[in-house]
């Protein structure tokens, strides 16, 4: 049984701490939030300690491993004090908004060889995991191409967006990591972005739309379309096309109840909300990766190198989109 101390009770920390509740090989041993009434609802709802400090939670006997889903800027803090107490981490993404931060973090705590696992959920949402194996197994020849589709249902508050260190490093950096895990190492970015949505983002200084195009050492292109808005609800998509086929993983949807009719055909259901709802069973698969990994020191599919690839990305996505030119990485 792992026990864990969750930091930060907002709206993916309660998603977390389910999960962790619900696991078999799991107890939530403490949760915390500077927010006490956050805290002290997830510790309701599941009949769970609530930690007063962080130096609390860290110095519970039954806390092995933390989960980090506090707000970004915590993030570097939160992993080098857990790493520093010997307890294993999932961070959520992502690790911070610089990568010279991240990089001091990691420097700090190297020498302990930490398990430090990043909540790149997207990796264990059993279609994209299957299209990946799929993928790894020679099922489509050689991959050429890859194309992501990623839009949300809807723009955050702006003050959301004054936070969130800008479209690519808050939402396409989910996007970057899926590139790296079925692409592999990416060698050249571009990137476009547009304001086409809510002048409220233009104000804030970001944008709402982009379209990337990513080169991978092995020679595939990448494509990343995102968008802060869509109108039929979370679009998130991929296709995986090589020398002998396609793979392709579809949007999910509540019921697959089609309505067929004179007006239209093969009508569903609006495809899922949101990330909470879509990603459910890949949050689950998430965390059971990172217990395996706790249980038996398995190195994670996500770990804090990935986490930091993905900013980098991101920070190139930011150059090229700047510059109008495509940023090659050494
Ligand atoms: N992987 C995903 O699908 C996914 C989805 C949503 C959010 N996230 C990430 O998770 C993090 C949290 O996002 P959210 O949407 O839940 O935000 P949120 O604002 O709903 O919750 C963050 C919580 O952290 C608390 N907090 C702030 N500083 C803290 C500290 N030092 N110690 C403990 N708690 C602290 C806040 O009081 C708040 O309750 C962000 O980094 C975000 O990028 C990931």
Not at 20 to 45: F, K, N, R, T
Not at 198 to 213: E, Y
């Amino acid at each position: 049984m792992i026990g864990f101390a969750l930091l930060g009770c907002g709206r993916i920390g309660r998603v977390h701490a389910r999960n962790i509740h619900a696991h078999p090989g799991a107890a939530l041993a403490a949760c915390y939030d500077v927010a006490g009434p956050a805290a002290a609802a997830v510790a309701a709802e599941l009949g769970v300690p609530q930690a007063h400090s962080i130096e609390e939670a860290l110095a519970n006997p039954r806390v092995q491993a933390v989960l980090i889903a506090s707000s970004t800027d915590t993030h570097v803090d939160l992993i080098a004090r857990s790493a520093r107490a010997g307890k294993a981490v999932l961070c959520e993404k992502p690790v911070d908004l610089d990568i010279a931060r991240v990089d001091a973090c990691w420097q700090a705590i190297a020498a302990l060889r930490p398990l430090v696992m990043l909540g790149f959920n997207r990796r264990f949402d059993p279609s994209f995991r299957a299209l990946r194996d799929r993928l790894a197994a020679g099922e489509i020849g050689r991959l050429e191409q890859v194309v992501i589709t990623s839009r949300d249902p809807a723009p955050p508050p702006a003050e959301y967006v004054a936070g969130s260190g800008g479209l690519f490093r808050d939402m396409t950096i989910h996007d970057l990591d899926m590139a790296r895990y079925l692409a592999g190492e990416i060698t050249e970015v571009q990137a476009m972005g547009a304001n086409l949505i809510d002048p409220a983002i233009r104000a804030a200084g970001d944008i709402d739309a982009a379209m990337l195009v990513l080169r991978a050492a092995s020679g595939a292109l990448v494509h990343i379309n995102n968008s802060r808005r869509c109108a039929y609800g979370y679009d998130q998509r991929i296709e995986a096309f090589g020398a002998a086929g396609m793979l392709q993983a579809h949007n999910q949807h509540p019921t697959t109840v089609e309505s067929w009719g004179q007006a239209r055909t093969r009508a569903m259901d609006p495809v899922q909300d949101f990330f909470i709802a879509r990603y459910a069973d890949a949050y689950r698969a998430e965390l059971d990766h990172f217990i395996g990994c706790v249980a038996t020191g398995a190195a994670p599919l996500a770990g804090f190198a990935e986490g930091r690839e993905a900013l980098r990305l991101a920070d190139a996505a930011l150059e090229s989109m700047a510059s109008g030119r495509a940023v090659r990485l050494s």
